[in-house]
């Protein structure tokens, strides 16, 4: 008899088990959509955020939704009444994800999505300048490779960086000169202001001056080069050090 009640607990415990693992398809079945809210980086940690779908309260956690292909989300932070954004955001069916990004001294946004990069060998960078004092409201990034800092070529990237905003992604080749040399890549830029034409930064000034802080790389003698990192969000800053651009966060490949 003892046996027999273990058995049945176990089926039980099973039962449920199963249950859970598809409770979530059930529920698409049955025409709900999943929604929830992913804070990708923040800035300023102090800062507490409460977020809401068409005034239900939504999270980290998917919440169920029925009859809905559209709503308003709304990010309040530290408890103000008044949204910090108020947005319209589509559902379609199965997962809806929206990630957010609060930048420093600024405001959250909605990060939009991004494909992946083109090959493996590729990271899709974006960068975001908050406005240096002596550098104009906007300036110019160019950026070149090199693998001797010595010799550099240019990738063709060329970008305005608007302050307070996020530029849009752009390819960085990882394997730009492989397999004819193996060395890793190194991106430096030339920042130039805008409004008066100064250079702020040299590319040929080695890596002290214009680098690009993406992620960490591994390499592979038959494929070359990747980022741990296939899309990644840097942020430029005045003083020199080993980078110009620091990585803020990454969206690492899965």
Request: proline residues 3%; glycine residues 6%; negative net charge.
């Amino acid at each position: 008899m003892k046996n027999i009640h273990s058995f049945i607990l176990f089926f039980c415990f099973l039962f449920l088990l199963v249950g859970c693992d598809n409770n979530e398809d059930v529920y698409v079945n049955k025409g709900y959509s999943l929604f929830k809210v992913k804070m990708l980086w923040q800035a300023d940690a102090s800062i507490s955020y409460k977020y809401t779908l068409d005034n239900d309260s939504v999270g980290s956690v998917s919440s169920y939704i029925r009859g809905k292909t559209s709503g308003i989300l709304r990010v309040f932070k530290n408890n103000e009444t008044t949204p910090e954004l108020e947005q319209a955001v589509t559902l379609q069916e199965g997962d809806n994800v929206v990630d957010l990004v609060q930048l420093p001294e600024s405001p959250v946004v909605i990060s939009p999505s991004e494909d992946d990069p083109s090959t493996a060998h590729h990271v899709k960078v974006r960068l975001f300048y908050k406005g240096i004092a002596g550098w104009g409201s906007s300036v110019k990034v160019d950026i070149y490779a090199t693998v001797d800092r010595v010799t550099y070529t240019s990738t063709g990237v060329s970008v305005v960086l608007e302050e307070g905003k996020l530029s849009p992604y752009f390819e960085l080749d990882l394997n730009q000169f492989f397999p004819t040399n193996t060395s890793q890549v190194v991106f430096n830029s030339d920042i130039t202001d805008v409004a008066t034409g100064t250079l702020l930064s040299n590319h040929t000034k080695g890596t002290n001056y214009g680098a690009i802080q993406f992620g960490t790389t591994s390499f592979d003698a038959t494929n070359g080069w990747k980022s741990t990192n296939k899309c990644a969000t840097s942020q430029v800053k005045k003083q020199a050090s080993l980078f110009r651009f620091l990585l803020a966060f990454g969206i690492p490949w899965e």
